[in-house]
């Protein structure tokens, strides 16, 4: 879980003034994902107030659970891709539609702009991340997993003072500082699913048909079975078999 885990840390915590504190409002991009369900966890722990987005409404308890303080389906929106041209009349489309989906945001804050947006999609929901973030605050992102083309009004950015921060993985510090919420148990890894080595086609093609259940799935490397926590558990399991 490290890799998503303390990239997630280092986005929230990872780039002063900008670092996640109690009051603050944060929106999370693909929030029951492998790199969403930390970010959620880590900034509600800290005490922020978390906004979640999904794309499967059957994902939206799950996202509850974890601690955030409300949902949103992007699917009842269409503001996602590249922005159009400014003062087009798809741009004029596009604005109506992005302006819906902040007044979603609002209505879970009571009328606040989020102080962070947690960005990795990229292409398709860059414009509206670059719109919504308060004045002042930051979108940091870690990531382009729909393209890496990324447009946003400039207009909005400039004169509203905000931050377009990219972030990429930890160093030792911030990996040792997001592993202690999971020591300190106040974040779950949120393991979904567990293969051996040989079934790793089968986890591959289930994520490649978005098939994969919320959170992080995991592949055994060495290992006989799942649930070994010791090398004393390795060595007696390898011994049964």
């Known amino acids: ?119 990795h999609p990229g292409e398709q929901t860059f414009p509206v991340s670059c719109l919504v973030a308060k004045r002042g605050g930051m979108i940091v992102f870690c990531a382009g997993t729909t393209g890496f083309n990324l447009t946003f009004d400039a207009r909005y950015v400039w004169m509203r003072q905000k931050r377009i921060q990219g972030s990429h993985f930890a160093h030792l510090k911030q990996a040792s500082g997001a592993n202690q919420f999971i020591i300190d148990r106040r974040v779950d890894p949120c393991m979904s699913e567990v293969f051996p080595w040989d079934r790793i ?19 055994l490397v060495c290992a006989p079975r799942a649930g070994l926590k010791t090398f004393e558990d390795v060595v007696e399991a390898c011994a049964e078999r």
């Open 201 to 219: 086609p089968h986890a591959h093609t289930k994520m490649w048909k978005n098939q994969h259940p919320p959170g992080n799935m995991s592949v």
């Open 1 to 119: 879980y490290t890799l998503t885990l303390a990239t997630a840390y280092r986005m929230l915590f990872g780039h002063a003034p900008h670092t996640v504190k109690p009051g603050d409002y944060v929106l999370v991009w693909g929030a029951s994902g492998g790199l969403g369900v930390f970010g959620v966890q880590l900034a509600a722990a800290s005490g922020a107030h978390v906004i979640g987005v999904i794309s499967d409404e059957t994902k939206r308890d799950y996202v509850l659970g974890l601690g955030a303080k409300g949902v949103i389906n992007r699917k009842d929106f269409k503001c996602w891709g590249q922005m159009p041209t400014v003062n087009s009349p798809e741009y004029v489309e596009w604005t109506r539609e992005a302006r819906k989906f902040g007044k979603a945001i609002w209505d879970i804050t009571g009328k606040r702009d989020v102080d962070i947006v947690f960005e």
